[in-house]
């Protein structure tokens, strides 16, 4: 977290100012990764951790096997977890891992106390005033907070980043939508079994086979890539006007969703055309001095067997998505390969950017 923290020189927030913060599921996958990015973030300071009944009142250490590399607990092992209420665990900024049902539950009680919940489950990406957030891709609809907070009387807010298989998918049509526009979108994902959560799918299940059925995986991605894609006009979204057709797979990789896309795009450009689009594109200028933001958010790969989760999905942090294999596709005009950190990326990585683009707009002060 050092890097990001030199790298970072659009703020002049210190660590005597930081916001504080609180994680909840901070046991979990998802929260682990929360905990290990804002141990040191040039923003955010964490506050509270919480968690389920089962872990609250014990020391983090106690409640959760920590699973990722660099310092076990990133230094909280004996930091207490609360209850996930804001009587117990209320701050400014909430990230929130939580399941989509204890999510449904408790996310609009932060928001309601006035909170900035940034919402890692599926339970309010749908709805029509919560902004559906890929930075690069549709800055513009954090501006949905306004019609939220209108509707329904909350002090604070809630904003959600989307399935992880669907930011990987939104990283790869955005420029192609802004280049060129979108007609139709066929996508078939290979995900890694992080993205079940811990302990996941059982490894007799998963290892040596390829599993062609993730619950609602399908229904998430088709329905929230146009949400995402779509134009922010009179403080709502229009959708974008195009269909996704999406079919996901379970294989045996730790982390990194892999996606074969293919897309008909208006006027028919030539594979050179789109990578030579998908090299240029940095999105919304607003975002590349973010702490989090990589140093592109496309990383274009001309080797013939790239991008691979072994050897790409790590770089940057797990915050480039990985665009490969641009070539002519004979059904759809064209296709590509696509590779991005279903935990970085598509999870935590992602909802502290979300965090971080609502203070460089003045949405935290
Ligand atoms: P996980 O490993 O199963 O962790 C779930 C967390 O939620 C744990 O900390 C758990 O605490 C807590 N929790 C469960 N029930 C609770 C309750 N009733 N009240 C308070 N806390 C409760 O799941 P995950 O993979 O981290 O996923 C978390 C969220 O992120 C989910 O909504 C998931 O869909 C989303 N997401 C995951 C990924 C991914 O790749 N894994 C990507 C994008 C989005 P205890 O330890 O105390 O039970």
Redesign the pocket.
């Known amino acids: 977290m050092d890097s990001i923290k030199a790298e970072f020189n659009g703020d002049e927030t210190t660590a005597m100012s930081r916001i504080p913060v609180t994680i909840?599921?901070?046991?979990?996958?998802?929260?682990?990764r929360f905990v290990r990015r804002l141990i040191d973030h040039p923003l955010f300071e964490i506050g509270h951790l919480?968690?389920?009944?089962?872990?609250?009142g014990k020391a983090y250490e106690e409640?959760?096997a920590w699973r990722l590399d660099g310092e076990p607990y990133a230094g909280l092992n004996r930091h207490v977890?609360r209850?996930?209420h804001p009587s117990e665990a209320m701050a400014p900024v909430v990230f929130?891992?939580?399941?989509?049902?204890?999510?449904k539950?408790?996310e609009p009680l932060f928001a309601a106390a006035g909170s900035f919940v940034f919402?890692?489950?599926?339970?309010f990406r749908m709805a029509k005033d919560v902004p559906l957030l890929v930075p690069e891709a549709n800055a513009d609809h954090l501006a949905l907070v306004e019609t939220q907070r209108r509707v329904r009387g909350w002090k604070g807010a809630i904003v959600c980043?989307p399935?992880?298989t669907a930011?990987v998918l939104v990283m790869g049509l955005a420029p192609l939508q802004q280049a060129f526009g979108i007609e139709r979108v066929f996508m078939t994902s290979m995900q890694?079994i992080?993205?079940?959560?811990?302990p996941?799918v059982p490894s007799l299940d998963i290892l040596g086979n390829v599993i062609p059925f993730i619950r609602s995986e399908e229904d998430k991605v088709e329905e929230e890539t146009p949400k995402m894609l779509g134009r922010f006009k009179e403080g709502m979204v229009e959708d974008a006007p195009f269909a996704v057709s999406a079919m996901c797979h379970r294989v045996p990789v730790i982390e990194g969703h892999s996606e074969a896309v293919s897309v008909a795009l208006k006027g028919s450009p030539s594979p050179d055309r789109v990578a030579d689009v998908f090299r240029a594109w940095r999105g919304d200028p607003r975002v590349a001095a973010l702490p989090s933001a990589p140093p592109a958010p496309i990383r274009v790969h001309t080797a013939e067997d790239r991008p691979q989760v072994r050897l790409d999905v790590e770089k940057d942090g797990g915050m480039s998505v990985h665009v490969g294999r641009v070539r002519t596709c004979r059904l759809l005009g064209i296709k590509f390969a696509l590779l991005g950190h279903?935990?970085e990326r598509?999870?935590a990585g992602?909802s502290v950017l979300n965090a971080e683009l609502a203070h460089a707009l003045g949405y935290l002060a």
Do not use: F, H
């Not at 992080?194 to 811990?198: E, L, N």
């Open positions: 909840l599921g901070a046991t979990g996958v998802v929260g682990q919480a968690a389920s009944d089962r872990s609250t409640a959760c977890l209850a996930a929130s891992a939580l399941d989509s049902g204890p999510a539950e408790i919402s890692n489950a599926s339970a980043n399935n992880c930011t890694a992080s993205g079940a959560g811990y996941g279903n935990t598509g999870a992602a």
